[in-house]
């Protein structure tokens, strides 16, 4: 499809609803291209469907063209406006608040992979790192328990935490089940709780018990432009061919101090969709070829199946894999390996609501409200705001002034 097939799109208009939420776009197409103007103006009804989740399709007549939205939308509740005389397509869509059952943009690809350029790719909702500029986490400072754990379980909003919890029998989604098991890899890194740091993850299918993705953990880095952490890590896909090579060294890892770690209810699919977003973020020594399995087949990632295929291209394989020489027992896999950068996942506000957390116990919850005063710090009880005002005193003051 060639670009501006049918004209040109003009900046998303956003409309935010009740507490700051995001409660639709309109994406406007001016009719441009003289052949598609003749169509419209003609009387055509544009065919618009939803191609991933933050595209639009409009066809009008031959030509066609993409709608472009900055955050993931449900198409299938669009809204069209035809403006024949003027000459433009409007488009509302509401943005894919994960708390609605209608998520068919989000489960289409909920980490897009971009093509900006020859040979070029980009993650469209996850920011870039440079692994090896970014500090290592000390796991063995005593402070560390002090902030860890509640840092990581932030990465979940309100409603995933109350599916956690299974309150009022809910069930967690795809997506929460996936968090979770970040959060506890993270954990276990750090070595938390009281334990020590763990290094090697497999993937184990609840339904199958088979695993087919292993995750070797160099360390935790802080990510300090996004104020968090990032694993730096590896990954082995495990699918038939590789197995044939790699059994002999299999005893050994298997014989080290390797984590089983289980996935439930499509887990495993979301994951291969996953690791090229964390290939990409962090791919800084090499560039995909001309030979790019991703160009020849057509779609990225390569496959979901569990013990299927290969998610990932075969580009980065083996390339910047020093992390592996450290390890003996890792040292034989460096070259099927993939380099990750793994990160929490942190719901954003204005799609869903976050976590709302007390700044004197970190208890989390519905009943943790603002400080009446500032409104920029949160409490769980009047017991603990008092036992906070020395401390809180002077910064509230501060705000409340502004």
């Known amino acids: ?108 690809d909920p980490f897009p992979i971009v093509r900006t350029g020859e040979g070029a790719l980009a993650t469209w909702n996850m920011h870039r790192v440079n692994l090896d500029q970014l500090p290592m986490l000390n796991t063995e400072n005593p402070m560390l328990e002090r902030w860890f754990n509640t840092h990581a379980s932030t990465l979940f909003s309100e409603r995933e935490g109350k599916m956690k919890r299974r309150e009022r029998n809910m069930v967690p989604d795809t997506l929460t089940y996936l968090k979770d098991t970040i959060h506890y890899i993270l954990n276990k890194v750090a070595g938390l709780p009281n334990g020590l740091p763990k290094r090697v993850f497999a993937l184990r299918d609840n339904a199958t018990n088979d695993f087919d993705t292993i995750f070797f953990v160099r360390g935790l880095r802080y990510d300090l432009s996004c104020h968090t952490v990032v694993c730096d890590a590896y990954v082995l896909p495990l699918f038939p061919e590789f197995m044939v090579t790699l059994r002999p060294w299999f005893a050994g890892l298997v014989n080290s101090d390797i984590t089983n770690t289980r996935t439930y209810e499509g887990e495993s699919a979301t994951w291969k969709q996953l690791l090229p977003a964390m290939v990409e973020r962090c791919r800084a020594t090499w560039t995909h070829g001309a030979s790019c399995e991703y160009v020849a087949k057509g779609r990225i990632p390569l496959s979901t199946e569990v013990n299927g295929g290969d998610p990932l291209c075969s580009c980065g394989r083996g390339k910047d894999v020093a992390g592996m020489q450290e390890v003996d027992v890792w040292r034989p896999f460096a070259p099927f390996v993939t380099r990750i950068a793994l990160s929490p996942l942190f719901a954003t506000s204005y799609m869903e609501h976050l976590a709302r957390q007390c700044k004197r116990c970190d208890k989390t919850g519905s009943d943790v409200k603002q400080c009446n005063r500032c409104k920029a710090v949160m409490y769980c009880s009047k017991a603990c705001q008092r036992a906070d005002w020395k401390s809180h005193k002077p910064a509230c003051a501060t705000v409340s002034r502004k």
Do not use: W
Request: overall charge positive.
């Open 1 to 108: 499809m060639a670009p501006l097939a049918i004209g040109r799109q003009i900046p998303v208009h956003v409309e935010l609803g009740k507490a700051e939420v995001v409660a639709k776009l309109t994406a406007r197409l001016l009719v441009e291209n003289t052949r598609a103007k003749a169509t419209f103006s003609g009387g055509a009804k544009p065919a618009i469907t939803q191609t991933s989740p933050c595209t639009m399709h409009i066809a009008l007549g031959s030509q066609a063209q993409l709608l472009v939205f900055p955050v993931p939308v449900v198409g299938s509740q669009y809204k069209a406006r035809l403006a024949r005389q003027s000459s433009y397509i409007e488009v509302d869509v509401p943005v894919a608040i994960p708390a609605i059952e209608n998520l068919e943009g989000m489960k289409l």
